[in-house]
């Protein structure tokens, strides 16, 4: 048996590692949310700070629900493997700038502890789009329970309004400045939805509170990318064989990483323009290309790719129909995108081509067909209005929208029971079981998710919606695609 990777055995491993001394670290982020992006993500940035002499940004990585990572690296002194991965090869980094960890359920009085230390002046996110707890308006959902129970029970909260709020409020009446609250979820304007929930969530709790957090709380936007696929065993196995050390949690990456950040930063924050990330004043452009150029096509070729019997984005992509629904997907897309950011489409769609063409990832598509209910949104259902109001029809976005309904109603039948799941499950299943016609099932389904709520062009996107789901009823994804004049033509060379 292997020993552990920690501060005590990781002098000789073959990997990059912290050179900096990780002890006289001291920590000035809490991040909600400690999962593998983050790990892939903000955590690796801030070790590139921590190595270039910055040391007053240590992690404190919080899970809101399950002890697996702090039960993984507490082991490990939080020490974890970034694997970053191409045809090329794979390069190992370890990464030392998560100083420890807290498991909320456990204990919330622990996390408001961390919270409300004046040594922390940012608050970093990365919950998921549906720990967002939005109504399908998209105001804050005061009915959900979780919210119910922290409105109830301040000092052991479970949700991260719950959390922030709280802090903010003992931070208040410690007289401690506030930390700078940065979502780095994939949400449409993340800061600006944060702060009005959480403004909603603390009107509820007294308007004194809702004023601070309305007027004397920092939440710049930011937007983040990364491709990292969840960890296999045998990953695992791949990376204690060469590290010649035992990982129980080392992450997968990509070589390409982006982060960019709206500066505003009242409490101060590291030099991370030194480090790679991009500090603008809007980040709005740039959100938008990645939502819904990156992710609006991770989304149409998860649904596709599964209805296809595609495993993994990099084989969907090397089938030529679903090449050609992306290529054609972005083409809808592109013009819906601000025309005066300065911003390239067509060398970025270039580099996703490429992205996705990353065989050593394996990312599955049941992975990114998780809560296409809280993505589509901003990934699929934003661009397509936006074409039907300047008269141009989103047909390949709209397609995008039915593969997503069809491989739900799929579940259990072509597709694995809960190969992929999402907080709307058990509504989409009473809608699919009622035997409606399928424009019925199409607007219960919109109704439920919200989508295109109270928009104008909301019938019409239903619509084109309904005819692509009768073809992909009919005849499965080579109908739906054989109506648009895909899978017709030869297929593509290899580039
Ligand atoms: C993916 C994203 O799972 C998903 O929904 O589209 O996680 C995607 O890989 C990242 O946003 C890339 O930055």
Not at 5 to 28: D, F, K
Not at 258 to 276: H, L, N, S, Y
Request: net charge negative; hydrophobic share 45%; with cysteine.
């Amino acid at each position: 048996m292997k020993k552990r990777l920690s501060n005590m055995t990781i002098a000789n491993v073959p990997a990059a590692i912290p050179r900096y001394p990780r002890r006289a670290v001291a920590p000035g982020i809490v991040h909600l949310g400690v999962g593998a992006f983050h790990r892939a993500h903000q955590a690796a940035y801030v070790d590139a700070c921590l190595e270039g002499g910055e040391s007053d940004w240590g992690i404190v990585g919080v899970s809101l629900r399950s002890p697996d990572t702090r039960d993984a690296l507490k082991p490990q002194d939080g020490l974890y493997t970034l694997a970053i991965r191409d045809s090329a090869g794979e390069q190992l980094q370890v990464i030392g700038s998560i100083q420890s960890l807290l498991v909320a359920p456990e204990n919330p009085g622990a996390v408001l502890a961390a919270l409300a230390d004046p040594r922390i002046r940012i608050v970093t996110l990365t919950i998921t789009e549906k720990a967002y707890l939005r109504a399908a308006d998209g105001r804050l959902d005061s009915t959900h329970p979780d919210i119910v129970h922290d409105l109830a029970n301040p000092g052991s909260p479970k949700t991260a309004h719950g959390f922030l709020a709280e802090a903010l409020a003992r931070r208040r009446a410690a007289g401690t400045p506030p930390f700078t609250v940065l979502c780095c979820d994939n949400l449409p304007a993340n800061g600006a939805t944060l702060h009005r929930l959480l403004i909603e969530f603390a009107k509820l709790r007294n308007a004194d509170l809702a004023r601070h957090v309305a007027d004397e709380v920092a939440f710049p936007s930011s937007m983040v990318d990364r491709i990292v696929p969840a960890t296999t065993d045998a990953d695992r196995a791949r990376v204690a064989q060469q590290l010649g050390l035992e990982d129980a949690w080392p992450v997968m990456t990509e070589p390409f990483r982006q982060w960019v950040i709206e500066d505003r930063f009242p409490a101060g924050r590291p030099a991370w323009e030194q480090f790679g990330v991009t500090m603008v004043e809007d980040v709005g452009p740039f959100e938008d290309m990645k939502l819904r150029l990156l992710n609006g096509a991770h989304s149409g070729i998860a649904y596709l790719g599964l209805l296809s019997g595609h495993a993994t984005v990099d084989r969907a992509f090397a089938d030529p129909s679903i090449r050609q629904f992306v290529d054609r997907l972005w083409a809808e897309a592109i013009p819906t995108l601000p025309q005066d950011a300065g911003l390239d489409p067509i060398p970025y769609t270039a580099e996703l081509a490429q992205r996705f063409s990353n065989t050593a990832l394996a990312h599955r598509t049941a992975q990114i067909a998780n809560d296409g209910s809280q993505k589509l949104p901003q990934r699929i259902v934003v661009s397509a209005l936006a074409r039907l109001e300047a008269g141009l029809l989103p047909e390949h976005l709209s397609l995008a929208v039915a593969a997503w309904i069809a491989a739900c109603a799929a579940r259990g039948g072509t597709l694995p029971e809960g190969h992929f799941t999402d907080p709307l499950d058990a509504a989409l299943a009473d809608v699919f079981g009622r035997n409606l016609p399928t424009a019925e099932i199409t607007a219960a389904v919109f109704d439920l998710a919200g989508f295109a709520n109270g928009h104008a062009e909301r019938q019409k996107l239903i619509e084109l919606v309904a005819t692509h789901l009768v073809h992909f009823k009919q005849g499965g994804p080579k109908l739906a695609f054989a109506a648009l004049g895909i899978g017709n033509e030869p297929p593509r060379l290899a580039e």
